[in-house]
Structures are given as C-alpha cells and as structure tokens.
C-alpha cells in the first residue's frame, strides 16, 4: 500500500445522505475479477452518473467541469452503508478520490477504506457544509491540503481544519502498512522461523 | 503437560505470538485456484509485492474447467476469464501450476495428496472450505478468504485465533456395505451442521483407523460441513504408506526420518478435548440426505420425517421448509425416492477407490432409462488409472457419461448443473437450494450408493445390492 502523508487536490461536493454501496457500484458491475478498472462503474446505476445513451449527465454532480480530476469527495451522513463488498471503495479509489469527508460513515466502509489506502474523515456538519460551498461555488476546482501528520485540512485560502483519526490506523496509513504490511513489519521473525525449519 | 495433534501442529507454527493480538502462523502449503484467488494476486501487483514463497504454493484449475472435450472454446466469458487469469498469475509469479491440459491437473484437494504436497503436519491453506480433506493426513488444514489468499502470497503467514479442540471418537467397526461417506453424513447428523463450529476435530477410534486414505479424506473434507475449523486425523502405517514415493513427498533417509517426526504428532495420552463425541460404528447404516443442509439424513431403510412430529417449534419450521423445496412428502420411504440424475465426483467421493467401487456396483447392469448419470474422476491421473483398470468401459457400457477431472457439478459453475426441479444423487458435500444448479434437489449419498441410485431409478439399499 502507498503510504498517505499529505495531499492536495480539488475538492469535489456530493450533497447527499445516505448514499450506499449500491449506490456507489451496483452489483452487476462486481464481476470483474482485478481490483481496479470499477472506476468506470461507480455511481453508474441509472439516473445518476450516465445518460440511457451512456453519456454523462450534465446534471449529475461529479460531472461538474470544475471537479474534473478530484481526488476529495465531501459528501453527507451514513456514507457508505450496505453490503461489506471491497467494491465501493475500490470504484471510489479507482476513479481517483482518495480522501473522503463526511459528518458520518458506514463502519464496514470506514475501514475497507483504511484497508484500500484511503482516508475517511469524520468532520461536524458546519464544517462539511463550508467545504461543499467553497467547492460548490468555485469555477475552476477548489484545491484543499489533507496532511495526515499534522491532521488537519487546509486550502491556502486561510481555511484550516484540524480533524482526529484513530492513531493506530492513522499509523499504519503514514506507513503505507496494510494487515499485511503490518505482518511484514516482523519479516525478520518470519526469516527466523525459516531458517530454523 | 499432554498435547493434542492439533496443539503440536499449532506450537510447531508459530512465529509471532503476543498477548492481545491473533497468533501468526507459518504455512507450509498454500493451494490455489481460479476462482478465489484473481483479486490476490492483483493486490500483489498493486502494492508491487511478490508471492514470498513460490515454492510453496501450488496451483490448479478445477471449479470452471469443462469436463467435455477441453480442445473446444469455453463458451462462458467469466469461467474463460477466471481460467485465463490464473494462467497468467501462475507465470508471472512462477508459482508451481496445474493447467487445464497438465496430466496433474485436478480439484485441488485430490492433487495435493496424489502429487505429495500434502503431509502430516503441515499447516495446509487454500481459499476454498474444504480444504479439511488434507487434515487426513494430519495435517492441519483450513480455508480461508481472498483477503487473506493475498496474505498468505505476501507473507506466507496467517493471521489467526486458534480454535478450540474436539475429539469425535467412533468405537467398532463399520458394517458391511456402511462407508466413510456414510459414517460422515452419521456424525452431522448426530452433531448438526453447527455441531464443530469453533472447533479442530480430531476423528478417533478403531473405525476411523481402519479407513483407507480415500476415506479418511472423505470424513475430514465434511468436517466443514459439521461448521468446524478443520478436521484430523493422526498420522500412521496407511498414511506413511500413502505419501510414500510421490513426486513431492521426502525420499530414502529424509523420508524415514520425517516419518520419525509424523509419529511424535499424535496426541499425548490424557491430553484436554474441550468436547467429545462418541459414536457406535457398528450400528450404522448407509444413509442418504433428504433436506437442504447435510445435517438433515436418513437411514436408507427410513422415511422422509414428518415435521408434525417434531416438538421444537424452528426444527419444524426448517423441516417444513426443507421438504417443500426437495418436494417430499413426510414419511415416505427413502426408496421410494425416484432421480433424474447421479453425480459420482467432487473432493469428497471421487478418488480411484470411489470410482472401483461404484464400478463394482453397476458392472453389467444398465443405468435407469429416467437416470441420467456421469461419473467426474478427481484428477488427471485417477481419470488415467481408472482407464487402465477398465473402469471407464464398465460406466460407459452401463450407461454413464465418463468425463474430464474436475468440480463438474458439485457447485455448477461450468455447464453441468441441475435443471430447475431436477432431483440427483450426488458423492457431493452439499446439498444447499441450488447448489447443483438453481432449483435443483440433491440427495448426498456414498458412491456405492450412487451408483445403486443410478441402476434402479431411485434409492436402493446397497446392503442388498446383487
Ligand atoms: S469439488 Fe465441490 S466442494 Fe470440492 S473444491 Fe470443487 S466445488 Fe468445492
């Protein structure tokens, strides 16, 4: 896994609660057999992100010119809840967010997202709104800074956030260590057992 | 202080134990197939990891392969693609590889003992539940998740809080015409599908010692279905005798002296079972399942239940239900059962051993004109042997389509499968709505039993077979 320090990209608002992992990728798009390449299919059920003729709906929020290229989503409660499928937050990640803020999540998608190398960050309602309308707002994508050392959200515009995380994961995000990073953090006791059978 | 097998195996594994946290566990054999494993091997690639031990990894395709003529096209895009996919992990992490034209290809737990790789006291993994076969061999052996697939290529440890131990001790002898198949389905049975969960079992006793290899791997492959962990059974002469002189197994010095290690595995006299179970062998009987879960069998001598019957009020409600989706009415004779099919295959019945004995069965008999019946060896090999012992001219002239080695429709994912309403007998594990095909009805039954089924048109009771 990459390892999550700092990051600055546009910030792109989703104004909606609850949205699920259904929602997200529906299920006939999980047959794919990589993890990658389901960023084609996020938020591709009907009426969301495709016109019927496949082409992208200019009414549909991530569609926006100005949030072309985002890698910040800022969405509403409950994100991501429903079914425990790696899928949602591997369609997220494959189409280029890597930082999701939100007044709640979903747990099971909370940490499937620290399991992708994906950072979900619980922030208050007055904070989430003013993020929405400083992206909502812009013309040409609104830029903010997520550094993962100092925890805190930043937009050089004089905006600073500070935001909690829990520390164990926040480590291992720093790191890059997945459960398996973490198992190879002891590779020498694995070399050890080696050796002596 | 005494040890049980499953503990020795356990301490002899461990390489990270701290307090608070699961156990990591070394592995000695990792088995792979297309099905589970495409979405590891990406993450590998993601994170630019490699398989750490290569060498212990082993690899086969078995769960999409035709069991037709494999020199045609595969028609299903997914099952093509899952194949294709593993072929190319297999080479780009050069992983040890069984493909589908290679002479050991096979279901993954009929190739690991026939090639050698699997040997007592190794901790054996795959992503696929019944990977407790390989516990006959006294082995501990699990399956596990493509999560953790991923782990195992990276690491070639595994995460895991160890399980409690269970000892199912089964005294006497099994009566004529009563096999390992049935003994199996008796234990579910008595201890329910939730009967092991949490559990290793070690299976005991003088009838568990008398079984051949191919038995004693029928009874542990089902340990899953009884919801334990895994299942064992300790090392000894028939085992020894098994793994010698396959292609992996130790040779000369090497293979004496691992012989010396195997026999120090069993458990210590006294040691701590934190369950028992005893079963009388001799009063067995052959028996066939009439539900939806593999705890709901009969004797073939008995009738379907009758929920009516029944005090516990959720016991009625899933009787009831099973009996509607297998359209069976209460207390009809299990003999009266008629089939449309009979699947002689899968992990749990299809080794050279099954295929002799339902051969011994059918032979110069002709298959029910309402049966359709295939016989689907385990492996390459099996399939090879059984056509130098003329195995296959004895199903083919009763009647039998004789196929290619594979899963085949144990689980349908390749084109054999039940038609919707369609009842078979099955060597299978499991007898889930639609696990043959939806809408399917299956009956799990022994080989020699199968292949009554299949000559008569419906169950038969193979005590009286002639
Ligand atoms: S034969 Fe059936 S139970 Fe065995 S590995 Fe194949 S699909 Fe699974």
Redesign the interface.
């Known amino acids: 896994m990459e390892p999550f320090v700092k990051l600055t990209g546009v910030v792109a608002a989703m104004d909606r609660e609850n949205v699920d992992t259904d929602q997200i990728i529906p299920a006939v798009n999980l047959k794919r057999i990589e993890r990658t390449g389901f960023g084609q299919f996020l938020f591709s059920q009907p009426g969301w992100r495709f016109l019927p003729d496949g082409s992208p709906d200019p009414d549909f929020e991530l569609n926006k010119p100005s949030y072309q290229g985002a890698s910040i989503l800022v969405a509403g409660h409950n994100f991501g809840s429903g079914s425990s499928r790696e899928h949602a937050p591997w369609a997220l990640l494959d189409y280029g967010f890597k930082v999701i803020i939100a007044p709640s999540f979903a747990d099971i998608f909370y940490n499937n997202c620290f399991q992708n190398g994906m950072l979900p960050i619980v922030l208050s309602e007055a904070n989430i709104k003013n993020l929405m309308e400083k992206a909502q707002g812009s013309y040409e994508g609104y830029e903010a800074t997520i550094d993962l050392q100092n925890c805190t959200i930043s937009d050089g515009q004089g905006l600073t956030i500070p935001f909690e995380t829990d520390d164990f994961r926040r480590d291992c995000l720093l790191k890059g260590l997945d459960d398996i990073g973490l198992t190879l953090q002891n590779e020498d006791k694995i070399s050890i057992y080696e050796k002596s059978h | 202080m005494a040890k049980t097998m499953f503990d020795k195996i356990w301490d002899e594994h461990v390489?990270?134990d701290e307090i608070g946290k699961p156990t990591?566990l070394?592995v000695d054999l990792h088995l792979v197939h297309e099905v589970t494993s495409?979405?590891a091997f990406?993450?590998l690639r993601?994170?630019n990891?490699k398989v750490?031990r290569p060498d212990l990894t082993v690899a086969t395709v078995d769960h999409n392969v035709p069991t037709t003529d494999r020199t045609l096209p595969i028609t299903d895009e997914?099952s093509k693609?899952?194949i294709d996919?593993l072929d190319n992990n297999a080479k780009e992490f050069e992983i040890n590889y069984f493909d589908m034209f290679s002479q050991g290809q096979g279901i993954v737990h009929v190739i690991g003992p026939e090639q050698g790789y699997t040997q007592p006291g190794k901790v054996i993994v795959c992503g696929d539940s019944h990977t407790s076969t390989h516990g006959a061999f006294g082995a501990f052996a699990l399956g596990i998740g493509t999560?953790e697939v991923?782990?195992v290529l990276?690491?070639?440890?595994l995460?895991q809080k160890k399980p409690k131990n269970m000892e199912v001790k089964v005294n006497g002898a099994l009566p004529f015409g009563v096999t390992a198949k049935d003994l199996i389905l008796a234990i579910i049975g008595q201890i329910g599908v939730g009967g092991g969960v949490g559990h290793v079992i070690e299976y005991t006793g003088e009838a568990i010692r008398s079984l051949s290899m191919a038995g004693r791997m029928t009874v542990c492959n089902m340990s899953i279905e009884a919801g334990a962990r895994a299942g064992m059974i300790a090392p000894d002469e028939t085992t020894f005798d098994f793994v010698k002189g396959r292609p992996q197994s130790p040779r000369d010095e090497d293979f004496d002296a691992a012989v010396e290690h195997w026999k120090s595995l069993s458990t210590d006299p006294g040691a701590h079972f934190d369950k028992v179970v005893e079963i009388d062998a001799s009063k067995l009987s052959p028996y066939v399942s009439w539900g939806t879960n593999p705890g709901m069998v009969a004797s073939v001598d008995g009738l379907v239940p009758d929920p009516t019957t029944l005090d516990n009020p959720d016991e009625k409600v899933a009787v009831q239900r099973a009996l509607e989706y297998m359209d069976l009415a209460p207390n009809t004779p299990i003999k009266e059962i008629k089939l449309d099919k009979v699947f002689i295959g899968s992990c749990t019945n299809s080794r050279i051993e099954d295929l002799r004995a339902a051969a011994e069965v059918v032979k110069g008999k002709k298959v029910n004109a309402d049966v359709n019946a295939m016989v689907v060896p385990g492996s390459f090999t099996i399939k090879l042997q059984a056509e130098q012992e003329g195995l296959d001219e004895i199903f083919r002239e009763a009647g039998f389509e004789w196929r290619e080695a594979g899963c085949s429709m144990c689980l349908g994912m390749n084109p054999d499968i039940l038609m919707p309403g369609e009842r078979s007998a099955s060597t299978s594990n499991r007898n889930f709505e639609g696990r043959q095909g939806p809408g399917g009805r299956t009956h799990l039954v022994s080989p020699e039993m199968a292949a009554a089924a299949a000559i008569a048109g419906h169950f038969v009771d193979i005590r009286e077979w002639k």
């Open positions: 390489v990270i990591v070394y495409a979405q990406e993450g993601m994170a990891r750490r997914i693609k899952q996919t999560s991923e782990h990276a690491t070639q440890c995460v």
